[in-house]
């Protein structure tokens, strides 16, 4: 493993407020289960579909239905509590949750508030190299989604799809654990990571596959570290919970609103309600949505449909085999294996698919050089495209042809670079093109000795001027490159400029 420093939590301390407060930010991610059926039914959960048509008789409530458990959620979920080496309960149970909402047909949403599958865990979040933080895992569950009510269709009517109804969510509850906005996106971050390495969760905020609930409260400095010792509530302020964000960028914002709202409000003389809010970005505020609901206002029940779920630990053995890599492990062995920084071993492990590109370039050939192209010039470029590695128009064979023509001394740096927008754009085998093109390195010693000498006799006044100061001799070299068409070998138009400067 790395060798990370546990960095204790640096509060966010809010600027422009009469006394010093800490932020506690706790925070709960819906994950929907990356699954083609529904939790309870065999309806499809393709996402942009012809609304209301993945919806079977169970997903509309329709009287006499039975739910029947999808054994493959229940497998990607304990996938996932492994992967956040947490705790797998063996037995679990579904409750029902009762409220009444239009996009939810059956009157309850079937979740588990007693009996989670999964319980502590913990994730470790990175703050820059060197520096991580651990987040406590509280539990993960299972619950259904419920379906979409349209508002924004028609001026008179609201629609309702039930094409989410049913779709399996992983409810993963962190512990108020989370210090400021950057290190709760930080968090959501790094758990979309661990999901998609894991392949429980395609971690696709835009279409709502990933959403957090975030509380936060304030409380005065040394109330969190008391919490910490005791863990006791008690020590920290009244939280409230901002729902379902889905946006890294507007969950730092919401914190920072609802942090100086609740401390206007305290330094104020008055009292935080506990509540349920909504942020609204284009205000940059949040807004009481409801007053807060306890468990008993749903009156969970155990489900009356479902039987306690029991699995074996030789099933979750079986899982625990299928773990692929994770991104902490990968990082670390990126780091003594290619002798890579952390910070570039971060860059190449940000997905599995970048990673697996790298190795495969990697393999057999320099490791730090071929770093560096992935991460300089082949992410740069697909970043100024806005395509991500799965798009490269250069596969890991090309861009490892290009690295052995540069370690081999065929090609320049520089003329690397001309290559790499060859074969970027119009692809090809690298070698061939070098071939055909006549970029090869001029390394014969003598063709770049004519050139030298050229330069040399065509500029007499620079001579003088460089033999009073040596560090005019770049000037000689850029024209024995511009002579040769970038392709002499630097290193030896360095050493024979130098020596016949010396003359
Ligand atoms: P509910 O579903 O009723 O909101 P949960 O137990 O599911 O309750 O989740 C509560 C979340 O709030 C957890 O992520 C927890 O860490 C967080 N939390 C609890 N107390 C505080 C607090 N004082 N400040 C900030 N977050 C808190
Ligand atoms: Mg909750």
């Known amino acids: 493993m790395l060798d990370l420093t546990y960095e204790a939590p640096k509060p966010k301390v809010i600027a422009g407020a009469k006394q010093d407060w800490e932020l506690v930010i706790g925070l709960e991610v819906h994950a929907q289960v990356s699954s083609n059926a529904k939790l309870f039914s065999g309806a499809s959960t393709q996402f942009g579909a012809e609304p209301n048509s ?14 029947v458990i999808n054994e493959g959620c229940v497998a990607l979920a304990v996938k996932t509590g492994l992967g956040l080496k947490a705790q797998i309960n063996l037995t679990s149970a579904f409750d029902r949750k009762n409220y009444f909402y239009p996009d939810l047909p059956q009157g309850y949403q079937i979740s588990q508030l007693y009996h989670p599958i999964v319980g502590e865990g913990e994730v470790l979040v990175d703050m820059g190299p060197g520096v991580a933080r651990l987040v406590r895992i509280e539990r993960i569950h299972l619950e259904q989604d419920a379906g979409k009510s349209i508002h924004d269709m028609d001026p008179h ?4 799809d039930l094409n989410r109804t049913g779709v399996a969510l992983m409810e993963i509850v962190s512990r108020p654990d989370i210090r400021g906005p950057e290190e709760a996106a930080a968090y959501v971050s790094k758990l979309r990571q661990i999901l998609r390495y894991l392949g429980t969760c395609d971690g696709n905020m835009q279409n709502g596959n990933l959403r957090a609930d975030v ?41 920072d609103h609802e942090a100086r709202r609740q401390i206007a409000i305290l330094e104020d003389g008055g009292k935080i309600v506990q509540e349920t809010r909504l942020y609204d970005p284009d205000k940059g505020e949040t807004r009481s949505m409801r007053s807060k609901e306890e468990a008993h206002d749903y009156r969970y029940f155990p489900c009356p449909d479902l039987l306690p779920l029991e699995i074996e630990q030789a099933w979750v053995d079986e899982i625990a085999a299928t773990l692929p890599e994770l991104p902490d492990e ?20 940000a997905s599995a698919e970048s990673a697996a590109y790298f190795e495969e370039v990697a393999k057999g050939r320099d490791g730090k050089l071929a770093a560096n192209w992935v991460i300089n010039e082949l992410f740069g470029r697909l970043k100024k495209e ?4 799965t798009k490269s128009p250069v596969s890991a064979a090309q861009l490892g042809g290009i690295i052995e023509l540069i370690s081999k001394g065929d090609i320049s740096g520089k003329i690397a670079k001309d290559l790499f927008e060859i074969v970027y754009t119009e692809g090809g085998d690298p070698a061939q093109i070098v071939e055909d093109r006549g970029m090869k390195q001029v390394t014969d010693t003598g063709a770049i000795e004519a050139a030298v000498d050229k330069v040399i006799a065509e500029n007499p006044a620079q001579v003088e001027k460089a033999r009073q100061n040596p560090k005019l001799a770049g000037w000689f070299v850029g024209q024995v490159m511009k002579a040769t068409g970038g392709k002499a070998n630097p290193k030896a138009v360095n050493q024979i400029v130098a020596a016949k400067l010396a003359q």
């Open 54 to 67: 993945n919806v079977a008789f169970v997903d509309a409530g329709m009287p006499g239905m039975l739910p």
């Open 215 to 255: 509380n936060v409260s304030v409380c005065a400095p040394g109330a969190y570290e008391k919490y910490q010792a005791t863990q006791d509530f008690s020590h920290l302020g009244t939280r409230c919970e901002i729902k379902n964000m889905n946006s890294m960028r507007f969950i730092q914002q919401a914190i």
């Open 330 to 349: 990968k990082k670390a062995r990126f780091v003594t294996e290619f002798g890579m920084t952390e910070y570039d071993a971060g860059v190449l492990t």
């Open 386 to 389: 806005d395509h991500d590695i």
């Open 157 to 160: 009517m609201s629609f309702v």
